[in-house]
C-alpha cells in the first residue's frame, strides 16, 4: 500500500482512496459517465467492473457512456450483456454491444472525434456526472498523469461534476513525461492552437483537477487488453504496395519529398502493413502525427526511418508492449500522446498536411465511401477519426480489398449503401487492384479508373453495365436509382453481388 | 484615359495597358484560367467576353475555368454557349451551365470553397495560365486592390504563370482599404493563421503581386450583377421564424447570449428572412462571419443591430448598392473582404464557433443532407462553402421547405438521393413546419423529431410507414433498400412522391 500511495503525491487527496465497489455505489440510474480508454488503452477498468458487477446482483439501472474510442478490458462486452447502457458514444468496436446497437437495445451516437469535447463544452449534449479516468499518478500540483491514452479524458475532468481516479499500477510509471495536455478556451475567446510541428509541446503533462472535484481514487493493477494484429495477407500486402507506388509516385512528380508529409493511419493490418512498407523504402525521416500508435510505428523508429510520433494512444500487441515498455528510454523522447481534440483537430490536421490512411467498408465508382454501415444500416464500428483525417488532411487515402466473403461482396459498388465521406472528402482510393487517385477529377472522370484501377476483375462488366446504363439518363453523377442498391439487394436475397449481365435487378 | 492611368500606381505597370480584345489572344486551347468572381460579385468581364467573342468567330478551342464561386455577367452563360469549357471548378449557379454539365458536354469539379486555393499550393489540381483578376487599381507598391469580392483571386496571382488585371472604373474606389488579404504557407511551414475575432484585420490591403507576371492591364467600366432576391413568401417567413425561435431557446437554455455567436448564412431569400428576422428581435451587438454579404446585413448594421461583418464578396441587389456605395463611409469600419479560404477556413470557424444556415435540397429521416443534386444526378448549383461550414460551426443549420411542386415532391425523405452533409454534420433542421435539434441524438431518435416537426404533414404517415417497416430490419440506421429510393422513382413515373399506404414501390 505504501507504494500505491506514492502515486498519490497531492496531499489533500492522499485520504481518498477508496475501493472500487465504493465507488460504484456513487453512480445512480440516468448518470452520464465520461470514460477514459483509447483503442483498448488507458481505459478505466475497475470501477466499470464493480457498476457491472451491481447489475448482475440485481440491481436494475441504465447510464450513458462516453468515451475516447474503442475499449479494451471487455468493459463495452461487459456493459451490454449487463444491458446498463441507455446511450453510447463517440465509437465502439465490441461485436456483443455492436448487436445491442444494431437491435436498437440502446442508442449509439456516432461522431467525429474531435467533436466531442467541443460539443461538451457547448453543453450541447448531456454533461457528465462522473468522470472515471485511468492515471499513473497524480503530482504534487495536482496534475493527472493519465496512462497510455488520453483520448477525452481531459476534456471528461474539466467538465464533469465529479471525478473517480483509477490509479493503475500495472501502467509504466516510466509514461510520466509523454502526455502533452492542451484545452482550448470557449468559443469566441479562444487563441489559435499555437501547434506547428508535431514534436512540440504546447501544454501541460498532465490534467489539471479541479481538487474538489474528486470524489475518489481507486488502485488498480491490470495491463491493457492487447492489440490483436492480423499479420497481412496477400492482398493486404498488394494494398500496401500500391499506396507506397502512389506515395512514391508523387516525389517523382515534385509534390512530395521523401520525408512525405505527417502520417496519419487507422489501426489494422493494412495501416500496419503500410507502415512496415516503410521499413524497406527510400522514405526517410518520416513523422507520424495520428490518433493511435501501434507496433509499426514503433518498428519504423527503430529502423529509424520515423523520427517522431504524435497520437492520442498507445495500443500494442502483448509482445510490443513488453518490449516497448522494457526499454521505454529509447521511445521517450520521440513520442507525445496528445487529447483526441487535439490529435484530430481541423486546424491542425490542414495545417500540418497531413496523409490520411484510413479503411473503408466500401466506395463507390464516383468515390463516396463507407466507413460504418454494413449494408446500409447495421453499425461496424463507427466513423472514428476518419472524418476529421479525410476532410482535412493533405491526401485523403482510403483503402479495403476489392471483394469479401469469397467474392460474393463487391467493396465497389454502384452507390454506397450508406455515406461517410463524400467524393469532395476522398483524394486517392486503394484496393489489391491498384489505386485511382481522384484530386481534381470530376464524377465522370473518376468511375473509369476507380472501375479499371480498383475494382476486382469479376465485377467490372458489372460495374460497366450499370455506370453505362446511367450515364443515358445523364446528370453531373449518373445514377439508375432503381438500380442504385441493387448489389446490396443481390446479396442479401441471393447470397452475392455477382448477377447475371443485363438482369441487374 | 488620364483618369484611369491614375489607377496604376506602380509606374512600371503603366506601359502594358491592352485592349480586353487583344489580352484575350494570349489564351491558348488547353489552358486553364483563373478568373476572380464570387457569387457574381467582382468577377472579371471583359477578357473573358472576348474569349468568347473569338469562339464565336469560330475559333474553336476549350480552357478549363477556375473560379472563387457563381459569376455574374453572364460570364458562365456566354461560356457554356459558346461550348468553351473543358473543366470547371469549384461552384456555379447559371442554368445554361447547369444544363451542360449534366449533359456531360463539360467537366465540372464540385469542391468545398476552402479547398481550391489549398489544393493549387499543394499542385493537386492542374496549374493556372493566366489568372483574370478584376481590381479597383493597383498601388504604388504593387497590391492588387481587389473589388466587390476576392474569392480566389489571391491564390490564382499566386499560382498562376500569368496575369492579367481589369480595372473596372465603374466599382467604387471607396472599397479601397476594406480587404484583408492573407496567404498561408506551404503546410508544413505553416504558422496559425492569427485570426481570432471576426473584425481583426491580419494581412494586407491588396493582393502582392509579382509585376513580372503582370501581362496586360485591361480598363473595364461595368457594374456587377445586381442580386435579385426574392422577397420572402409565407413558407420563408414561417422558416425564418422557426430558426429564430430555436436560437431564442439556445439563449434561454444559457447556451447562447442575445449576441449569439458569429453568423454565417448561403444566400437566398431564407437567409435573408432570417437575417431580417433579426432586426425586431432582442438579439443584438450581432457579428457576421460569412462567404456573401447580401442586402439584409446592410439593414441590420442600418437598425444598429449587426456591429461587424466579415465575408468574402458583397452581393447586393441593385437599390441596395446603389444605397451601400452612396454613402459607404457609414460602413467602411464596420467591414473586411477576405479569401475565401480564410472566410472558410476550417480553423477559423471552428474557432470563433459559428452559427450556419445553409439550404438542403432535402434531408432525410436521419438527417442526412442533399445540397446539389436533383434526384440525386442533376446538379444545382453545388455544395459551396455549405461543407467548410456545417462540419465546422458550432451550429451547422439547414433549412428548406418541407414540399415544393405543389405538393408533389418531400423534401423529407426515407433516403436522400445524394449525400453532401452526413448525419454527423448536421445539428438542427428547419422547415416551415417547425425545427429539429439533432444534437447528441442517435439515428433512431432522429426520426420521430425530423417526421413530426420538419416533415408536411401529408407525408408524415407515409414516412412513418417506411421507418417502421425499417425498424423491423434493425439496423443502427434502419433501412429497406429496395424502398429507400421509392419516393424519387415514384416522383420520376408518376410526377408525385405520394404513394397509396402500404403501396410504397
Known amino acids: 500500500m505504501q507504494e500505491k500511495i506514492q502515486r498519490i503525491k497531492a496531499p489533500q487527496l492522499v485520504n481518498r482512496v477508496v475501493t472500487a465497489e465504493e465507488a460504484a455505489t456513487w453512480i445512480e440510474d440516468g448518470m452520464t459517465l465520461g470514460l477514459s480508454g483509447f483503442t483498448r488503452a488507458g481505459d478505466a477498468k475497475a470501477v466499470p467492473t464493480a457498476l457491472v458487477n451491481r447489475a448482475e446482483a440485481g440491481e ?85 498523469i493519465p496512462s ?7 476534456a471528461f475532468a474539466e467538465f464533469a461534476d465529479n471525478i473517480i481516479i483509477e490509479i493503475n499500477t500495472a501502467q509504466p510509471v516510466e509514461l510520466e513525461g509523454i502526455h502533452d495536455l492542451y484545452s482550448p478556451n470557449q468559443q469566441g475567446d479562444r ?55 502512389f506515395l512514391q509516385e508523387e516525389v517523382k512528380a515534385g509534390r512530395l519529398t521523401e520525408s512525405l508529409m505527417p502520417l496519419q493511419s487507422g489501426i489494422g493490418s493494412v495501416a500496419n502493413a503500410v507502415l512496415h512498407g516503410m521499413i524497406d523504402s527510400e522514405f526517410h525521416d518520416l ?103 479525410a476532410r482535412n488532411s493533405r491526401l485523403g487515402i482510403f483503402v479495403t480489398k476489392s471483394i469479401a466473403k469469397d467474392g460474393d461482396i463487391s467493396s465497389i459498388v454502384p452507390y454506397v449503401s450508406h455515406v461517410d465521406h463524400t467524393e469532395h472528402d476522398v483524394d486517392v482510393v486503394v484496393t489489391e487492384q491498384g489505386y485511382a487517385d481522384l484530386r481534381g477529377l470530376a464524377p465522370r472522370e473518376r468511375v473509369p479508373l476507380i472501375i479499371e484501377n480498383c475494382a476486382h476483375p469479376m465485377y467490372r462488366e458489372q460495374l460497366w453495365e450499370y455506370y453505362n446504363e446511367a450515364l443515358e439518363r445523364g446528370g453531373q453523377t449518373p445514377h439508375v436509382l432503381e438500380k442504385a442498391f441493387s448489389w446490396h439487394i443481390s446479396f442479401k436475397e441471393h447470397g452475392t453481388m455477382k448477377m447475371p449481365l443485363k438482369a441487374q435487378i
Open 60 to 144: 436494475r439501472f441504465k447510464v450513458n457512456v462516453y468515451t475516447g474510442a474503442s475499449l479494451g478490458s471487455n468493459i463495452d462486452k461487459m456493459f451490454a450483456e449487463a444491458g446498463i447502457v441507455n446511450k453510447r458514444l463517440p465509437f465502439q468496436a465490441e461485436p456483443v454491444m455492436r448487436n445491442k446497437i444494431n437491435t436498437g437495445e440502446h442508442f449509439f451516437v456516432d461522431q467525429h472525434l474531435s467533436h466531442t469535447s467541443e460539443l461538451l463544452r457547448a453543453g450541447a449534449i448531456d454533461s457528465i456526472d462522473y468522470a472515471i479516468l485511468e492515471a499513473i499518478m497524480v503530482t504534487e500540483d495536482g496534475l493527472l
Open 148 to 154: 497510455t491514452s488520453i483520448g477525452n479524458s481531459q
Open 191 to 245: 487563441e489559435p492552437i499555437p501547434l506547428t510541428q508535431p514534436n512540440q509541446r504546447i501544454g501541460t503533462m498532465g490534467i489539471p483537477l479541479d481538487m474538489d472535484k474528486v470524489k475518489g481514487i481507486v488502485f488498480t493493477h491490470q495491463l491493457d487488453s492487447p492489440s490483436t494484429i492480423v499479420p497481412p495477407d496477400e492482398e493486404t500486402q498488394m494494398i500496401a504496395n500500391h499506396l507506397l507506388n
Open 287 to 389: 513523422v507520424v502525427y495520428s490518433e493511435v500508435l501501434q507496433d509499426a510505428v514503433f518498428d519504423l523508429i527503430d529502423a529509424g526511418k520515423v523520427n517522431f510520433a504524435s497520437a492520442c494512444s498507445l495500443t500494442l500487441s502483448e509482445e510490443k508492449m513488453k518490449q516497448v515498455f522494457g526499454e521505454f528510454e529509447k521511445y521517450r523522447e520521440k513520442l507525445i500522446l496528445r487529447p483526441q481534440e487535439i490529435s484530430n483537430h481541423p486546424e491542425i490536421i490542414r495545417r500540418l498536411g497531413l496523409i490520411a490512411i484510413n479503411t473503408a467498408l466500401e466506395f463507390d465508382i464516383y468515390g463516396n465511401v463507407n466507413s460504418t454501415h454494413v449494408s446500409g444500416t447495421k453499425m461496424m464500428n463507427g466513423i472514428g477519426g476518419s472524418g476529421d483525417f
